[in-house]
C-alpha cells in the first residue's frame, strides 16, 4: 500500500533562514510521481512540482529546491532564504502506476505547517 | 476565472439539511476528485470520476451523493450529515491517465468550509 510520512508537524523559522520540510514515501511500485503542494491560509492547494521515479535529478526552481533520494525513500523540499509569504501547510503527495482505471489519485502526507517569522 | 472554482466557499448547515457543493474546472480535463480535509488528518481522497463515470469510492458514507454530469463540472450532495462531517471539501481536476499516458499534477479549488450543527 502506498503511503506518504510527513514527520514535522509544524515548523517556525525566521525570516531569511532556510528550510527544509521532510516527505518519506512508501510504495510497492517501481513506477510512481511524487508531489509537493503549498496550502495558503485561502485554502487551494498549489501544485509546485511533480517527479518521477525514474528522474533522481535534484531541482532547483528559485529559492525552492527538491531533493529525491530512492535509496531512502525520501523528497524533501528546501526554501531557502524564507519569506513571509512562504508562511503556508505544504503537503507532499504521492502518485503510483496506473490502476486498471487508468487512473491513480494522489495519496497525501499530513502536511507540514510552516510559520515564517518576520 | 481561476482553474477549478468550488462555490460555496463557506457552509453551514444543520443536521436534518439537504445541500449541495458545486465544483467547476476550466481546464479540459476529464478527470475530477473529491477531497476531505479534517483537522489533523491527511487529505482523504472520497470519490474519483474519470471521463464523467465514477471509478473509485473510498467506502464513503451514503450521505454523500457525488454527481458528474458532465467533465467540467462535479457535485457533491449531502444529507442527514453529521457533526464530525464538519471539514474542508476540496474539489480537484487533472488529466486522465489513459488520455496522456502520464500522471499529471491535479488543480484544486479552494474548497468549502463546511460546519455542520
Known amino acids: 500500500a502506498q503511503k506518504v510520512t510527513q514527520a514535522q508537524t509544524e515548523i517556525s523559522v525566521v525570516e531569511k533562514e532556510d528550510v527544509t520540510l521532510d516527505c518519506v514515501y512508501e510504495?510497492?511500485?517501481?513506477?510512481?510521481?511524487l508531489f509537493w503542494y503549498k496550502q495558503p491560509p485561502s485554502g487551494e492547494l498549489v501544485f509546485l512540482i511533480r517527479?518521477?521515479?525514474?528522474?533522481?535529478q535534484n531541482e532547483i526552481s528559485g529559492r525552492y529546491s527538491w531533493n529525491f533520494q530512492k535509496s531512502t525513500s525520501s523528497f524533501n523540499f528546501t526554501i531557502t532564504a524564507s519569506q513571509v509569504v512562504d508562511s503556508a501547510v505544504y503537503f507532499c503527495?504521492?502518485?503510483?502506476?496506473?490502476?486498471?482505471?487508468?487512473?491513480?489519485?494522489?495519496?497525501f502526507g499530513k502536511g507540514t505547517r510552516l510559520s515564517v517569522i518576520a | 476565472e481561476t482553474g477549478v472554482t468550488q462555490t460555496p466557499r463557506h457552509l453551514v448547515m444543520g443536521m436534518t439539511n439537504k445541500k449541495s457543493l458545486k465544483c467547476e474546472q476550466h481546464?479540459?480535463?476529464?478527470?475530477m476528485y473529491w477531497y476531505k480535509q479534517s483537522a489533523k488528518k491527511p487529505l482523504e481522497l472520497m470519490f474519483v470520476?474519470?471521463?464523467?463515470?465514477?471509478?473509485e469510492n473510498n467506502s464513503v458514507p451514503s450521505r454523500f451523493s457525488p454527481e458528474c454530469p458532465n467533465s467540467s463540472h462535479l457535485f457533491l450532495h449531502l444529507h442527514t450529515l453529521q457533526p464530525e462531517d464538519s471539514a474542508l471539501y476540496l474539489c480537484?481536476?487533472?488529466?486522465?491517465?489513459?488520455?496522456?499516458?502520464?500522471?499529471?499534477?491535479?488543480?484544486f479549488g479552494q474548497g468549502t468550509r463546511l460546519t455542520v450543527v
Open positions: 480537484a481536476s487533472s488529466q486522465d491517465l489513459s488520455v496522456t499516458g502520464m500522471n499529471t499534477e491535479a488543480f
Open positions: 510504495t510497492r511500485d517501481t513506477t510512481y510521481y
Open positions: 517527479r518521477n521515479s525514474f528522474d533522481e
Open positions: 503527495a504521492l502518485s503510483e502506476a496506473q490502476t486498471l482505471s487508468g487512473n491513480t489519485p494522489l495519496v
Open positions: 481546464l479540459g480535463h476529464n478527470a
Open positions: 470520476y474519470s471521463l464523467e463515470e465514477r471509478v
